[in-house]
């Protein structure tokens, strides 16, 4: 049976990356996907762009690479510092990296399973929930004005179905498994863990990260 092996918040982490794609023990016929996030506050952005490219890896769009694209669109962020090293970082390939975030999905879906980088929303196809929402939702106040309020529901408080959705983006709650839901940023980035599952069989596979390469926050 093919395995589908879905990864979490990888943030510039190569080397957890790289650790956690051996302890996987890859074989010809599986398929990769990446919740989003593979860029940003880590130390090696463009490496983790071209492991998932060497792999073939399905990439779903996070918040960071929506917020990369905006920034480079007008150079105002809270991230100024961040994104100029991403941009440091990509170098003469920026274009090519560019045009390759544009095209990322925000969601991967089959019959068992649906994959996206945040969360889903009550009453809302998930082709129709835009990307500021899809990639960013935690809680839900009805309207997304605040979506990171806990006060609020999280998002899966809504969910009944019995489809399996496999997400990342909450990484102050880190790997968070329920029946019809899997949370996988467990904060590479931060010192934490990254981590994977493979499906249909639901098996965590998690490496700790190296070290802590940023102080944490919410984002």
């Known amino acids: 049976m093919q395995r589908t092996i879905v990864i979490g918040d990888v943030h510039g982490c190569i080397e957890e990356l790289e650790e956690l794609l ?7 016929d599986d398929k990769i996907i990446f919740v989003g996030d593979l860029i940003n506050k880590g130390p090696h952005t463009k490496r983790v762009l071209e492991k998932a490219e060497a792999l073939n890896a399905i990439v779903l769009l996070g918040n960071h690479e929506l917020g ?16 100029e090293e991403v941009i440091s970082d990509l170098g003469a390939d920026l274009p090519k990296w560019r045009a390759w975030m544009r095209g990322l999905p925000t969601f991967y879906e089959t019959d068992d ?13 998930v ?13 839900w106040d009805g309207e997304g004005l605040d979506m990171n309020n806990n006060k609020d529901p999280a998002w899966y408080d809504f ?13 102050n709650q880190g790997l968070f498994v329920r029946e019809n839901t899997i949370g996988l940023d ?17 098996t965590i ?15």
């Open 205 to 219: 596979i998690q490496v700790k990260a190296k070290r802590a390469y940023r102080d944490f926050d919410l984002e």
């Open 113 to 125: 399973f649906l994959v996206v980088h945040a969360g889903v929303i009550p009453g809302v196809a």
């Open 22 to 28: 051996q302890k996987l023990q890859l074989k010809q």
């Open 186 to 202: 467990s904060g590479c980035v931060w010192g934490g863990a990254l981590s994977a599952v493979i499906l249909p069989e639901r």
């Open 68 to 83: 990369f694209l905006k920034y480079l669109e007008n150079k105002r962020s809270p991230r100024h510092t961040q994104f």
């Open 127 to 139: 082709k129709d929930i835009p990307p500021s929402i899809i990639t960013r939702v935690r809680t």
């Open 159 to 171: 969910y009944a179905a019995d489809k399996l959705i496999v997400y990342g983006h909450w990484a």
